[in-house]
């Protein structure tokens, strides 16, 4: 393979990745909105860090729908993407959940810790959409 064929495969696969990226934000919030979810903010920080392209960010009002909420994720992930998680937190104490696409991580949190952790605050300089039922 030519250095020239190395670039494009890699530019290629960066497209992939974030079309696929893009239809995971589609079914992510598809499903956050399903559970009403509150306050669904998309953090685009891939200008920002390589950890991941974006964070979605929203909370629930009982710890029930908090599970919930995280239940249709995990499951419309699967029957639409066959898309797993990587890796799942907080499902036991429910105040913070954080499941991880890799590409995506999803952070469902009671209102009390999204308020105290304020990670629309830390990635301020992320480009901020907010996520509303149409």
């Known amino acids: 393979m030519t250095s020239n064929s190395k670039v494009k495969t890699a530019q290629s696969n960066t497209r992939n990745n974030f079309s696929n990226s893009k239809h995971l934000v589609d ?13 669904i903010v998309l953090l685009d920080v891939t200008k920002l860090t ?11 009002g009982s710890e ?6 995280s239940s249709n994720v ?3 992930t699967m029957e639409v993407l066959e898309e797993r998680e990587w890796r799942r937190e907080g499902l036991d104490a429910k105040r913070w959940v954080v499941l ?4 995506v991580v999803v952070h469902i949190f009671n ?24």
């Open 50 to 60: 390589t950890l991941t392209d974006y964070f979605i960010v929203c909370h629930g």
């Open 74 to 76: 995990t499951e419309k």
């Open 64 to 69: 029930t729908q908090i599970k919930a909420i």
């Open 100 to 103: 991880d696409y890799v590409n």
């Open 27 to 39: 079914v992510i919030s598809s499903a956050l909105l399903e559970k009403k979810a509150e306050d």
């Open 111 to 134: 209102k009390e810790s999204r308020e105290h952790y304020g990670l629309e605050r830390m990635w301020n300089d992320a480009q901020i959409t907010s996520i509303k039922d149409n």
